[in-house]
């Protein structure tokens, strides 16, 4: 019999090893740290208490559950970890059914799940439960042992994120960024502080674009690593909306991932919708190439 619980701490180092057990991340520098998974189950407002939830079954974890709340665009995500087998439909079933008590509790109007391609009992279960596939996004990856050299236009220079100054303008500056992108929930200055203290993120690997003083874009890159194993992704890229069009998404881009080789790395990752032709064409141009891609589902309320 499958058991379903609130999360606790007394469950925290089982579900860290059942995460990397599903993921086979163990030896990777994608493996999952304790201090990672506190980290993300706490990024205010959330509480790992109301908001995360545990299927096990002779104390042997089999599914893990954060729900996301994003008040400001009346939206739920659902993070889900299910091992394959033996109640995995029981197990998403009632994963969906907790979404959507918590979409109704917080008022919001719609729940979003993300799924492999090649998730294909999910995306049964889902579409027969009326939810429907809204999105497709791209995992791409670069590993070219080249990068083409870094060429700013006249005029502007690169600075780094400093932390204790730059909070409130890298806040501003990816709602402004971003406000109109599809699935995209505006921060505050508490969410922005607390994620560029979190493990995997170096001030460093922010970096500004600017024009006299005035910030116009950066991107916020990200880094793992495992022994002599290590990985770096472009997290977030942004172009502030008065200066589009000018060629800046191209060299801030480069500009982190010139970053993040002088650290060793080699393969860098990030994710991109597909419908974002400027955005795909750019990646492809650099050299990443798409290795997976993932489904969103929805459910309107």
């Given at each position: 019999m499958i058991k379903f619980d609130n999360f606790s701490t007394a469950y925290q180092k089982k579900i860290v090893e059942f995460i990397n057990s599903v993921n086979d991340s163990f030896n990777s520098p994608k493996k999952l740290t304790d201090a990672f998974f506190v980290q993300t189950t706490n990024v205010p407002p959330s509480n790992p208490e109301t908001n995360c939830y545990i299927a096990s079954t002779n104390n042997d974890v089999l599914g893990f559950l954060q729900i996301v709340e994003e008040p400001l665009v009346k939206r739920i995500v659902g993070l889900q970890t299910i091992r394959e087998g033996g109640g995995f439909a029981e197990i998403l079933k009632h994963f969906m059914t907790i979404s959507v008590k918590h979409a109704v509790l917080t008022k919001a109007k719609m729940i979003h799940f993300q799924i492999s391609q090649n998730d294909h009992e999910s995306k049964k279960i889902l579409e027969s439960s009326g939810w429907h596939k809204t999105k497709t996004y791209w995992n791409l990856r670069f590993e070219d042992p080249h990068l083409e050299d870094l060429v700013l236009p006249d005029d502007y220079s690169l600075r780094h994120f400093v932390k204790g100054k730059d909070e409130g303008a890298l806040t501003d500056l990816q709602n402004q960024s971003f406000g109109n992108h599809w699935g995209f929930s505006p921060n505050d200055i508490e969410q922005i502080r607390y994620r560029t203290q979190m493990e995997r993120?170096?001030?460093?690997?922010?970096?500004?674009?600017?024009?006299?003083?005035?910030?116009?874009?950066?991107?916020?890159?990200?880094?793992?690593?495992?022994?002599?194993?290590?990985?770096?992704?472009?997290?977030?890229?942004?172009?502030?909306?008065?200066?589009?069009?000018?060629?800046?998404?191209?060299?801030?881009?480069?500009?982190?991932?010139?970053?993040?080789?002088?650290?060793?790395?080699?393969?860098?990752?990030?994710e991109v919708d597909s419908e974002n032709i400027p955005a795909t064409k750019l990646y492809d141009s650099i050299g990443f190439r798409k290795i997976n891609q993932t489904y969103w589902y929805e459910k309107n309320l």
């Open positions: 993120t170096d001030g460093k690997g922010i970096i500004f674009i600017e024009k006299n003083g005035e910030i116009a874009g950066y991107n916020w890159t990200m880094e793992a690593h495992n022994g002599p194993s290590s990985v770096g992704w472009v997290a977030m890229t942004g172009v502030h909306p008065n200066y589009r069009g000018l060629r800046l998404g191209r060299a801030v881009v480069l500009a982190g991932m010139h970053y993040l080789k002088s650290k060793n790395i080699s393969g860098i990752e990030l």
